[in-house]
């Protein structure tokens, strides 16, 4: 009998750069965090995922993709849901230190499932 393997589907909001990184890497984990950058915030819903990259990503550099991806609840469970202003924006705040340990916590790929401003074809991921 196969196990089920309970996940949380997640989504990033991320710019052109950390997209390529991520391309980069085949999609099966994001880039280190930059050292102004202490925190890595997946967040809990696609529209605010769509709001941060079509908002505030196309403003900052022109363009900002969605990306979307399963995460182990059992990693998750360490941390708690943040709100980050309005109640409909819920996201986790991972420790960049903490970083590698989420992209092992991460089941399958990262998809790419929005794209907006410049450039903003959506990427074929590779199977």
């Given at each position: 009998?196969?196990?089920?393997?309970?996940?949380?589907?997640?989504?990033?909001?991320?710019?052109?750069?950390?997209?390529?990184?991520?391309e980069?890497?085949?999609?099966?984990?994001f880039?280190?965090?930059?050292p102004?950058?202490?925190?890595?915030?997946?967040?809990?819903?696609?529209?605010?995922?769509?709001q941060?990259?079509?908002?505030?990503?196309?403003?900052?550099s022109?363009?900002g993709s969605?990306?979307?991806?399963?995460?182990?609840?059992?990693?998750?469970d360490?941390?708690?849901?943040?709100?980050?202003?309005?109640?409909?924006?819920?996201?986790y705040?991972?420790?960049?230190?903490?970083?590698?340990?989420?992209n092992s916590?991460?089941?399958g790929?990262i998809?790419?499932?929005?794209?907006?401003g410049?450039?903003?074809?959506?990427?074929?991921n590779?199977?």
């Amino acid at each position: 009998m196969d196990e089920q393997i309970d996940t949380v589907t997640l989504w990033r909001p991320v710019g052109p750069e950390e997209l390529r990184l991520i391309e980069g890497s085949g999609m099966p984990a994001f880039p280190p965090r930059l050292p102004d950058q202490p925190i890595f915030y997946p967040v809990l819903s696609e529209a605010y995922a769509v709001q941060i990259a079509r908002d505030w990503n196309v403003r900052a550099s022109g363009s900002g993709s969605v990306t979307r991806f399963d995460v182990l609840k059992s990693f998750l469970d360490r941390y708690r849901v943040e709100h980050a202003g309005s109640k409909a924006h819920l996201e986790y705040w991972i420790p960049a230190e903490d970083l590698p340990e989420f992209n092992s916590a991460i089941v399958g790929r990262i998809e790419v499932t929005a794209a907006f401003g410049k450039d903003a074809n959506l990427p074929v991921n590779a199977e």
